[in-house]
């Protein structure tokens, strides 16, 4: 799963992952360092 713009893709995004996503990254605005598998070098 890719965040965007962000640059940020996400692996093992199952359905309680995905709610630390939501709630962690997309609303809290802190990316879930721990499910990242790879973060684009242009993103800001």
Request: charged letters at 25%; zero cysteines.
């Amino acid at each position: 799963m890719a965040v965007q713009p962000d640059g940020i893709w996400y692996y093992n995004v199952t359905e309680e992952n995905l709610d630390r996503i939501i709630e962690e990254h997309l609303v809290g605005g802190n990316p879930v360092e721990e499910l990242i598998y790879h973060r684009s070098s242009h993103a800001d």
